[in-house]
């Protein structure tokens, strides 16, 4: 919850989250899934890992991306 606070607060993509249980711990884990753009992997990476210090981030490039994403600048 800390990590997604965080990120909505200085982010204005989407975010979504998707509980389950680790296949090795057995743990309860959160998955999060979001698309930001190349200039802002690095900025975001650091603040999730700022947040939650054990946090696991995987990137890779889309192949193709279709919909809206471009959201107005806060005011």
Same mark, same amino acid.
């Given at each position: 919850?800390? =990590?997604?606070?965080? !990120?909505?607060?200085?982010?204005?993509?989407? $975010?979504? +989250?998707?509980?389950?249980?680790?296949?090795?711990?057995?743990?309860?884990?959160?998955?999060?899934?979001? =698309?930001?753009?190349? !200039?802002?992997?690095?900025?975001?990476?650091? $603040?999730? +890992?700022?947040?939650?210090?054990?946090?696991?981030?995987?990137?890779?490039?889309?192949?193709?991306?279709?919909?809206?994403?471009?959201?107005?600048?806060?005011?």
């Amino acid at each position: 919850d800390e =990590v997604i606070q965080a !990120y909505v607060a200085e982010y204005r993509h989407g $975010l979504s +989250r998707v509980d389950g249980v680790g296949g090795y711990s057995g743990k309860k884990i959160s998955l999060l899934h979001t =698309v930001v753009s190349s !200039y802002e992997i690095q900025d975001i990476a650091k $603040l999730m +890992r700022k947040t939650d210090p054990h946090a696991v981030i995987n990137t890779f490039k889309s192949q193709d991306f279709y919909g809206g994403f471009y959201l107005k600048p806060i005011e």
